[in-house]
């Protein structure tokens, strides 16, 4: 969705999705949260249009209270399914780590959501997809190609989703 003015942050408001926990192979994938008014109060009026222009950005998110502490302009063959690999290739949507031994995690492909384990994550970053992330708590935003998320303290995510 994109914002063109300040006077529509209450639209993102109003459309707030939750993430769903997933119980089952059968049960719904998590969703991309769309932040509250209150996770956005750190942001500054331009962060806030930034954020919700579709172009590719940086966030800083505290992934405990989903708060969005900063957003910044990023520098800027598909399959028939999601997939996953232990790297991250240019131009795959990947779930970093930030401790050692454990590795990034890539996915590439279509549109899905691959679920696991995955301990110490730092942050996601798009690649060539629209992609978000989830971990035990909640789910993170949906971000463009060439995007990235960092969270201020590290989770274990549970799934990482290309729209």
């Given at each position: 969705m994109r914002l063109k003015s300040l006077s529509?942050?209450?639209?993102?408001?109003?459309?707030?999705?939750?993430?769903?926990?997933?119980?089952?192979d059968a049960a719904s994938p998590p969703t991309a949260e769309t932040p509250t008014p209150a996770q956005l109060q750190s942001l500054t009026p331009a962060e806030v249009v930034l954020l919700n222009s579709g172009s590719p950005i940086n966030v800083l998110m505290d992934p405990t209270t989903g708060d969005l502490l900063s957003v910044t302009a990023a520098n800027s063959g598909i399959s028939s399914d999601i997939s996953t690999h232990n790297v991250c290739n240019t131009g795959?949507?990947?779930?970093?780590?930030?401790?050692?031994p454990y590795a990034d995690q890539g996915?590439?492909?279509?549109?899905?959501?691959?679920?696991?384990?995955?301990?110490?994550?730092?942050?996601?970053?798009?690649?060539?997809y629209t992609v978000y992330g989830c971990w035990a708590s909640s789910c993170g935003i949906e971000i463009s190609p060439s995007s990235s998320v960092r969270f201020a303290s590290d989770?274990?995510?549970?799934?990482?989703?290309i729209v």
């Amino acid at each position: 969705m994109r914002l063109k003015s300040l006077s529509v942050v209450a639209v993102v408001v109003s459309a707030a999705a939750t993430c769903l926990a997933t119980t089952s192979d059968a049960a719904s994938p998590p969703t991309a949260e769309t932040p509250t008014p209150a996770q956005l109060q750190s942001l500054t009026p331009a962060e806030v249009v930034l954020l919700n222009s579709g172009s590719p950005i940086n966030v800083l998110m505290d992934p405990t209270t989903g708060d969005l502490l900063s957003v910044t302009a990023a520098n800027s063959g598909i399959s028939s399914d999601i997939s996953t690999h232990n790297v991250c290739n240019t131009g795959d949507a990947c779930y970093q780590t930030n401790k050692a031994p454990y590795a990034d995690q890539g996915f590439y492909g279509s549109a899905g959501t691959s679920t696991g384990s995955w301990a110490y994550r730092s942050g996601y970053s798009s690649g060539d997809y629209t992609v978000y992330g989830c971990w035990a708590s909640s789910c993170g935003i949906e971000i463009s190609p060439s995007s990235s998320v960092r969270f201020a303290s590290d989770v274990t995510g549970t799934s990482f989703t290309i729209v």
